[in-house]
């Protein structure tokens, strides 16, 4: 016998008219430039399933993976030479998947080059490493002959400290300059979100969004532009009154000094909501609802004193616009959204 499980204690609402609206913004402040979109990590943990479509219909045509694996729940939504893979083919079966299916590889190495080319070759990106040192043929590569052998629709480049106002963005452009003429090419692309903020000159013919797509501020300029797409709520299992000297939690970290009336949430560190939020809060109709000690695996307490109408079942939502979440748990706004557990996606 089989049966509908009965709804949720845990959701993640996201707002979709922002998200599509976050694309639109960004892709206007890439001035000549098309914004793309970076959907790796399962859209930087909010769902494929539920932002590709929306960034497809806001506008979007490219959207950046990491990883072969994560192709296929994208390719559901898009056409696959829609889809580039930033980590390229490290085997034969990653350039044959990519022949098979039609998606575009990023092209990280000379090895990869020639395993490209061995392979048939055909249109690919290729990454050069203006100075962050991850992927990326090096600069003084792109004179060899492998690179030239490509056919390279976006030759592209990563900014290492864009959110930051510092001369390194300017050393990295201007060596993008200086190779872009040695390697045939369709499109330059090497802005992310925080690289769009630094201005047009870094837009080239395509940007690569990916964290202010999804609510993060990644420079000022984003500031009062960029909207909150997610926001986690999480309900109340258990109401109980606390009386002096009563503690909560594992460790005993929270003794009550006087009378409280205390929700038992359902929501942990294993929804992503991670111990660096102890002293923190959740939130009702503007009232902040105190932590109590420790976070659980699934479970956290909040001061229910100042919300006496709050009752079991109720609903509390989790501060989660990420400038001020970032401040409060000293993550960065990339980990608050992809440390998201699934939990919160399936209610």
Known sequence: MTADPPPP?????????????????????????????????????????????????????????????EVAAVMRHVAP????????????????????TGVVPVINSLQQAKLWLESGGGPCHLMVDTGINRLGISVSECGDPLA???????LMSHLACADEDVPMNAQQLARFHEVTPQIPHKKLSMANSAGIGLGTDYAFDLTRPGL???????????????????????AILQIRDLQPGDSVGYNATFTAERRVRAGVVSLGYADGFLRCWNGGALVHAGQQLPLLGKVSMDMIVVDLTESPELSEG????????????????????YELLTVLGTRLKQG
């Open 314 to 333: 109720d609903w509390l939502t989790v501060p989660y616009w990420l400038p001020d979440a970032a401040r409060q748990t000293s993550l960065s706004q």
């Open 148 to 154: 030239g052998q490509l056919e390279v629709d976006i």
């Open 212 to 234: 202010s797509l999804y609510g993060g501020i990644a420079r000022p300029e984003l500031d009062g532009t960029i909207r909150q797409v997610a926001h986690p709520e999480a």
């Open 81 to 100: 030479d829609q889809i580039s893979v930033l980590h390229g083919p490290l085997k034969a079966e990653d350039a044959a998947y990519a022949r098979a």
């Open 9 to 69: 204690a845990l959701r993640l609402r996201l707002d979709k008219d922002a998200l599509a609206s976050n694309w639109r913004a960004l892709d206007a402040m890439s001035g000549a430039a098309q914004a793309g979109a970076a959907v790796k990590a399962d859209c930087y943990g909010l769902g494929v399933e539920a932002c590709v479509p929306v960034l497809r219909d806001a506008g979007a045509e490219q959207f950046f993976v990491a990883h072969w694996s």
